[in-house]
Antibody, heavy 120, light 111 residues
Framework: QVQLVESGGGVVQPGRSLRLSCAAS????????MHWVRQAPGKGLEWVAV????????YYADSVKGRFTISRDNSRNTLYLQVNSLRAEDTAVYYC?????????????WGQGTLVTVSS | QLVLTQSPSASASLGASVKLTCTLS???????IAWHQQLPEKGPRFLIK???????IKGDGIPDRFSGSSSGAERYLTISSLQSQDEADYYC?????????FGGGTKLTVL
């Protein structure tokens, strides 16, 4: 069955960096676009970034453009999110998600999330 | 600009049915959407992919009590025979040229 397992979250000071990972299994990772979505405490879901199946295209929400970088390693079935210059408003649970087959913008499978807390 | 609009809250009685609505912004009537359920303190779970014509596919293990339908710019999620474990936040989601958009979510209370 499809599994997505995030890791790499933690407590970090403002201005510092983290790298989040998402280990995928149960499907052909290299055939699907992948997304990061976050949820601040008590708030709704906010899309962060997408990377195409082959890594050839990447798109970001305006709120993270220039600070976050999405990447993938298809040989390791792993998705990454490099988060730099962290701010208090980046505090959230970060989820990775796989797209629906044949529609790279609709999300079908979700991980359990990893919590990033930005605090001094 | 692509926007999805949901009512912040809804309620219905145990065993009854409820119909949640997601409205696409003007000019985006033809967009497919997905519905996701988020139980308290849990991650989201995909429920249904819903097309303009009302055809839909469900996620793994989603019971028949959950169904979707469409009318113009409106996309609906109907939950029948409500159970207490259906109490959750429900989000609709779509995309435009790879940019993903979420509705604000509807908090469903089962009375």
């Amino acid at each position: 069955q499809v599994q997505l397992v995030e890791s790499g979250g933690g407590v970090v000071q403002p201005g510092r960096s983290l790298r989040l990972s998402c280990a995928a299994s149960g499907f052909t990772f290299s055939s699907y676009g992948m997304h990061w979505v976050r949820q601040a405490p008590g708030k709704g879901l906010e899309w962060v970034a997408v990377i195409w199946f082959d890594g050839s295209n990447k798109y970001y929400a305006d709120s993270v453009k220039g600070r976050f970088t999405i990447s993938r390693d298809n040989s390791r079935n792993t998705l990454y999110l490099q988060v730099n210059s962290l701010r208090a408003e980046d505090t959230a649970v970060y989820y990775c998600a796989r797209t629906v087959a044949g529609h790279r913008g609709l999300l079908e499978y979700w991980g359990q999330g990893t919590l990033v807390t930005v605090s001094s | 600009q692509l926007v999805l609009t949901q009512s912040p809250s809804a309620s219905a009685s145990l065993g009854a049915s409820v119909k949640l609505t997601c409205t696409l912004s003007s000019g985006h009537n033809s967009y497919a959407i997905a519905w996701h359920q988020q139980l308290p303190e849990k991650g989201p779970r995909f429920l249904i992919k819903l097309n303009t014509d009302g055809s839909h596919i469900k996620g793994d293990g989603i019971p028949d009590r959950f169904s979707g339908s469409s009318s113009g710019a409106e996309r609906y999620l109907t939950i029948s025979s409500l159970q207490s474990q259906d109490e959750a936040d429900y989000y609709c989601q779509t995309s435009d040229t790879d940019i993903v958009v979420f509705g604000g979510g509807t908090k469903l209370t089962v009375l």
